[in-house]
Every structure is written in structure tokens, then in C-alpha cells.
């Protein structure tokens, strides 16, 4: 598997695919929600596997990490993981001290696996439960 930062405007269809797989198809959150305009101006991981986009995610300029998705069959093979690492690596190179994210309930052990701390009251968003995570670079 090949993971890299990448530009939004030059990947948004293999972003969008895998998105749309994860987010819309398999979990029914609504396309407005997921795509909510933000995407020009923030940082993207684009994860594939002999050129089939399988994963993607991004960062906003304030460390808000988010959109973390992997195509199911390629989950607990080390792509959450590459993509975050390389999320966490762009946060130290731009000189961020803190980044967070707002984590699947059923995410939040991935997420403590990577050094990142409960900070907040779960909420819902999309349907779905959250947790707030924070990580201290």
C-alpha cells in the first residue's frame, strides 16, 4: 500500500470514491454532511493499493483531523493507521501543538493505540456517536 499527502483538487475523485463508500453507502451519512466545503483548504492522505484508492483523510488548518476512511476490506491492514501517521507527521512538520479529531465510538481504541486522550462528552453527529480525542504533539 502506497499512503501520500496529496492535492484535493487533483485526487477529490478518488477521495470522493472512497467517501462516498464508507461514509454514504455504508454508513448512510448524508453527502451534504461529509462534503461540507472544506476540502480546498485542507491538508488530504490519500491511501491506495496498486493504484485502487482503499483509504483517505484530512486535516484542517486548525489540526482537526477528520473523514478518516478505509474501504472495508482493507481495515486492520495498516491503513488508518499509515493514513494517521502521515495526518500526525504534517501536523509536527507545520508546527501544530495539538491536534484532535471526533472519533466513531467504535474508533476510539484505534485512536488511544496512536496517543490520542478522551476530552470531552460523547455527541452525536451525522447519526452517529463521537468521541472528542485530543493529542499534544
Not at 472544506?38 to 483531523?65: E, N, Q, W, Y
Not at 453527529?125 to 468521541?131: K, R, S, V
Amino acid at each position: 500500500m502506497e499512503t501520500a499527502l496529496v492535492s484535493y483538487a487533483e485526487h477529490q475523485d478518488a477521495i470522493k470514491l472512497v467517501r462516498n463508500t464508507v461514509f454514504s453507502a455504508e454508513q448512510g451519512v448524508d453527502p451534504a454532511i461529509d462534503f461540507d466545503g472544506l476540502d480546498d483548504d485542507a491538508f488530504h492522505v490519500l491511501c491506495s493499493d496498486d493504484g485502487k484508492p482503499v483509504g483517505t483523510g484530512r486535516m484542517l488548518d486548525d489540526g482537526h483531523i477528520g473523514r478518516v476512511a478505509v474501504i472495508s476490506e482493507y481495515r486492520s491492514r495498516g491503513a488508518g493507521t499509515r493514513i494517521m501517521q502521515l495526518l500526525i507527521d504534517t501536523a509536527k512538520a507545520n508546527n501544530y501543538k495539538r491536534i484532535y479529531l471526533h472519533a466513531q465510538v467504535g474508533a476510539v481504541p484505534f485512536y488511544d493505540k496512536l496517543g490520542f486522550f478522551a476530552c470531552g462528552k460523547n455527541f452525536e453527529e451525522a447519526g452517529i456517536l463521537h468521541t472528542p480525542m485530543a493529542k499534544v504533539l
